[in-house]
């Protein structure tokens, strides 16, 4: 039994998905860090951000299905092929707001600076939020929780700040 078993709902949806989201955030910040400067249109930028994280999303669910063929010397089942992409999925997941942001300013409804501040907050929250639960599991006190989110958000926080100094 896990530390977190007792969860339900949306914090054992979370808990289920922390590795992927964690993944998937950072793959964002590290995308909008690359893009800044050389951003098309707002459309171009969506279609950018969400196919780049969608292919390194499928690349990790197939690279654990080799990794499980190899471990355990036997031919991929669809079982397997569901398990790797439940697993692989979350990841793809943290693309989804920043993506219809980029989609939102390309009708016009916000501006694409907005968009794009607004997809580094979100996923600096996202990493902040994964963080305090994990502060939360581990010690169930306020002072954990908020030294995991610093910690977290600071790991976003710090692609974000070094995208300012590249550029």
Not at 45 to 50: G, Q
Not at 53 to 72: M, P, R
Not at 140 to 156: C, D, E, K, P
Request: hydrophobic share 55%.
């Amino acid at each position: 039994m896990t530390a977190n078993a007792e969860a339900t709902g949306f914090w054992a949806r979370l808990d289920g998905a922390a590795g992927g989201l964690i993944y998937g955030a950072i793959m964002v910040l590290a995308i909008l860090m690359a893009m800044e400067g050389h951003m098309g249109a707002p459309f171009e930028t969506a279609v950018i951000l969400f196919g780049s994280v969608l292919a390194i999303t499928l690349a990790k669910a197939f690279a654990e299905l080799l990794g499980e063929a190899l471990g355990s010397g036997q031919r991929m089942k669809r079982g397997a092929i569901r398990s790797a992409w439940r697993h692989s999925y979350p990841t793809l997941a943290a693309a989804n707001v920043p993506t219809l942001l980029f989609c939102a300013a390309g009708l016009g409804w916000i501006g694409t600076a907005d968009a794009f501040d607004t997809a580094q907050v979100f996923s600096i929250a996202l990493l902040s939020l994964v963080g305090a639960r994990v502060g939360w599991i581990l010690d169930r006190s306020v002072v954990s929780t908020i030294l995991g989110s610093a910690f977290a958000g600071g790991i976003g926080l710090a692609i974000a700040v070094l995208k300012f100094v590249i550029h």
